[in-house]
């Protein structure tokens, strides 16, 4: 059975970092691609980094470039993703999905629709 479990969600000042974690079961997150959403109160959900296998195209929403950073830790089968100097605008709920594709598809830019596998979402609220 498919399961990702995000974590690592929390309240953070601005300009402070968290760091995501997404942990898989049921299949073996290397061979795809991964997601990474969010979806803020009253807006819609936009893809935030994806990240192929291998040597496959990734991706970041340009709001966030410079800031997150998505790795990969094949021996715990998670995917983080870093992000540093948080802004309030970043405040939302984040998701990990995939499609079980083995490269990024456009499905990102439609904030994920066709992404078959999600987590349960992990909140994310920057405030002073």
């Known amino acids: 059975q498919v399961q990702l479990v995000e974590s690592g969600g929390g309240l953070v000042q601005p300009g402070g970092s968290l760091t995501l974690s997404c942990a898989a079961s049921?299949?073996?997150?290397?061979?795809?691609?991964i997601g990474w959403f969010r979806q803020a109160p009253g807006k819609e959900r936009e893809g935030v980094s994806c990240?192929?296998?291998?040597?496959?195209?990734?991706y970041y929403a340009d709001s966030v470039k410079g800031r997150f950073t998505f790795s990969r830790d094949n021996a715990k089968n998670t995917v983080y993703l870093q992000m540093n100097g948080l802004k309030p605008e970043d405040t939302a709920v984040y998701y990990c999905?995939?499609?079980?594709?083995?490269?990024?598809?456009?499905?990102?830019?439609?904030?994920?629709?066709?992404?078959?596998?999600w987590g349960q979402g992990t909140q994310v609220t920057v405030s002073s």
């Open positions: 049921g299949f073996t997150l290397d061979y795809y691609a």
């Open positions: 990240f192929s296998r291998g040597d496959g195209p990734s």
């Open positions: 999905a995939t499609e079980l594709a083995t490269l990024c598809t456009g499905s990102f830019y439609y904030g994920g629709r066709g992404y078959d596998y």
